[in-house]
């Protein structure tokens, strides 16, 4: 989300610093940037409000040029693959093809369940290579292995707005703007602020197998599970939802489940190697609905975070909205629904 926001006002022309509290495109970091699946479309739409959908739909569209983009000049392939989703029994049918049928969105109906044939995936790690590598090439200033300190009243000016944010370093880092873009970890720097934001870790593990490349032509999705193939023969199975705070830590238990449902799922599974098992914090809220919106006391402080299950796919057009509040344009889409306590 930092990235795609970054990428979305440099694009405008804007001076942009990214403060990271890890490190960008770590493969250990914890966040779900990195750690998820890279589904481009909500699971299950037909459960989900509109306007986690209208999001969700919105960033999906803007995927596949972005990509485009990103391996044109950096040379790194985030791999936007529209590899379509199979959806397995339990579901309800009738439901699913309303509306599918209401949004316009391609639906299949096949012996197995239903298949999505336009859904697409992108490979998060290297998204977030790609998105890295842009950023560097288009002068935006990367400040990694940095936390910000929680703000607080004394930093605010008599103007109702902040000049600098204190890091861990004891350096004051000055701006204009800035833009809460840290998921899990939005609700620790926000909460002295008295915002009501509702925004907890939400932990996720996920399993991956190795198959010879081309085993699995479609997402698969079954009862909360899903098997995603990569194209080299990589395949993720996840993933867990537990609310245990901050803990990303793995558990042989999730694993043991994990590896039965995939199995389930793809009988081939039982004699493929498990290559690597790994979690990641979500920021869960309630009913999958993130904030984008401007601070409702600070004037130069804006939020665009709580994504949950759906950052990777929300990130550009959450760029795009929170851009063009910082920007004072009228967003394309009503903002109404992403504001603080909404």
Aim: hydrophobic share 40%; net charge negative.
């Amino acid at each position: 989300m930092g990235c795609m926001t970054a990428m979305e006002l440099a694009r405008r022309g804007h001076r942009v610093t990214v403060v990271e509290r890890n490190q960008i495109a770590a493969q250990t970091s914890g966040e779900s940037s990195w750690a998820g699946a890279g589904i481009v479309f909500p699971l299950l739409p037909w459960f989900y409000k509109d306007e986690v959908n209208q999001l969700a739909l919105a960033g999906a569209s803007l995927y596949p040029e972005i990509c485009r983009q990103l391996y044109r000049e950096t040379g790194i392939d985030p791999e936007c693959i529209k590899s379509g989703m199979l959806i397995q029994p339990p579901f309800d049918r009738a439901m699913a093809l309303t509306w599918c049928a209401e949004h316009h969105v391609s639906i299949e109906q096949k012996a197995d369940g239903l298949l999505l044939p336009e859904v697409a995936q992108v490979r998060n790690p290297r998204l977030l290579q790609a998105l890295k590598q842009w950023l560097i090439q288009h002068d935006v200033t990367l400040i990694e292995h940095t936390q910000l300190a929680p703000i607080n009243e004394i930093q605010l000016e008599k103007t109702g707005q902040i000049n600098a944010w204190r890091a861990n370093t004891g350096e004051l880092l000055e701006a204009d703007q800035f833009v809460v873009t840290s998921g899990a970890w939005s609700f620790e720097l926000l909460k002295e602020t008295s915002l009501k934001l509702n925004i907890k870790p939400m932990r996720g593990q996920i399993l991956l197998f190795q198959l010879p490349a081309q085993t699995l032509q479609n997402i698969i999705y079954r009862d909360g599970f899903y098997l995603v193939p990569r194209s080299d023969g990589h395949l993720l199975a996840g993933s867990t939802l537990e609310d245990v705070g901050f803990d990303t830590g793995t558990t042989e238990a999730m694993k043991q489940e994990m590896q039965a449902k995939a199995e389930a799922i793809m009988p081939s599974l039982k004699h493929a190697p498990i290559i690597k098992h790994w979690s990641g914090l979500r920021p869960g809220t309630p009913d999958n609905v993130p904030t984008i919106a401007a601070h409702p006391t600070i004037k130069n402080l804006y939020l665009n975070t709580g994504h949950f299950r759906y950052g990777v796919t929300m990130a550009p057009a959450s760029a795009q909205l929170v851009a063009a509040l910082m920007m004072g344009e009228t967003p394309q889409m009503a903002a109404a629904a992403y504001a603080c306590g909404a």
